[in-house]
């Protein structure tokens, strides 16, 4: 499993960025994938996932109304809208792979990648 994020970047507060997350090494299609956080000093937090036919869709409260999950099967790219970004967006943005139980624990994903910079100026 095979993951790249990208398309962060610094963006001042209420902007807008979109990330996307390349898959490759696994069969994209058939997988529930997430895109997860991590700030300095903070723990990994979840923040969207979607069902791997993009029927469904599941959001952190932090972000929901702001942030929208969607892929792309054909491109094997899954991408993370993010509006009205807030300087507590701060932080690392990571693609994964779902494999099973519940969204939001981070030990349920594998293929993290190296993750992409997002920062958030006041």
């Known amino acids: 499993v095979q993951l790249q994020a990208s398309g962060g970047g610094l963006v001042q507060a209420g902007g807008s960025l979109r990330l996307s997350c390349a898959a490759s090494?696994?069969?994209?299609?058939?997988?529930?994938m997430g895109w997860f956080r991590q700030a300095p000093g903070k723990e990994r937090e979840f923040v969207a996932a979607?069902?791997?036919?993009?029927?469904?869709?599941y959001y952190a409260d932090s972000v929901k109304g702001r942030f929208t999950i969607s892929r792309d099967n054909a491109e094997n790219t899954v991408y993370l809208q993010m509006n009205s970004l807030k300087p507590e967006d701060t932080a690392v943005y990571y693609c994964?792979?779902?494999?099973?139980?519940?969204?939001?624990?981070?030990?349920?994903?594998?293929?993290w990648g190296q993750g992409t910079q997002v920062t958030v100026s006041s």
């Open positions: 979607i069902t791997w036919n993009g029927g469904s869709e």
């Open positions: 090494g696994f069969t994209f299609r058939h997988y529930d």
């Open positions: 994964a792979a779902f494999t099973g139980g519940r969204y939001y624990d981070s030990d349920n994903y594998r293929g």
